[in-house]
C-alpha cells in the first residue's frame, strides 16, 4: 500500500531589522511591528504555503534562525525587558510566527 505524503507542520518567525546600527555597539534603530507584519504579509503573498496560523511571540534578543536578514542583539524601543528572576531582565523582541504547510 502506498500512502500520500503528509505536508508536515512547520513555522518561520519574523522579528523586527535593524535600520540603522548604533555607533560603538550602542543602540540601534528598529523596524517598527507594523513594518514586520507587512514583510510578515509579503512572504505569504510570494509563496504557495498553506498558512495554519499567525501569532504574536516574544523572543530573546539573541535571535538566530529568523528569516534572513540581520537581527540586533541590543536595546531599543523594538525590545520588551521581560523579568526572569531577582529584579534580572532580558530584552525581547515582539515578532510574528507563521504556522504553515507546503
Known amino acids: 500500500m502506498i500512502q500520500d505524503k503528509v505536508a508536515l507542520i512547520k513555522y518561520k518567525d519574523f522579528a523586527p531589522r535593524i535600520t540603522?546600527?548604533?555607533?560603538?555597539?550602542?543602540?540601534?534603530?528598529?523596524?517598527?511591528?507594523?513594518?514586520?507584519?507587512?514583510?510578515?504579509?509579503?512572504?505569504?503573498?510570494?509563496?504557495?504555503?498553506?498558512?495554519?496560523?499567525?501569532?504574536?511571540?516574544?523572543?530573546?534578543?539573541?535571535?538566530?534562525?529568523?528569516?534572513?536578514?540581520?537581527?540586533?542583539?541590543?536595546?531599543?524601543n523594538a525590545f520588551h525587558p521581560v523579568m526572569i528572576s531577582q529584579g534580572l531582565a532580558i530584552n525581547c523582541f515582539q515578532c510574528v510566527r507563521v504556522w504553515y504547510r507546503e
Do not use: C, K, M
Open 20 to 76: 540603522e546600527r548604533g555607533p560603538f555597539g550602542g543602540p540601534s534603530e528598529y523596524e517598527s511591528f507594523s513594518e514586520v507584519v507587512s514583510a510578515v504579509n509579503q512572504w505569504i503573498e510570494s509563496t504557495t504555503i498553506q498558512v495554519i496560523n499567525v501569532e504574536t511571540v516574544v523572543l530573546p534578543d539573541r535571535i538566530e534562525g529568523t528569516s534572513d536578514d540581520v537581527y540586533g542583539v541590543t536595546t531599543s
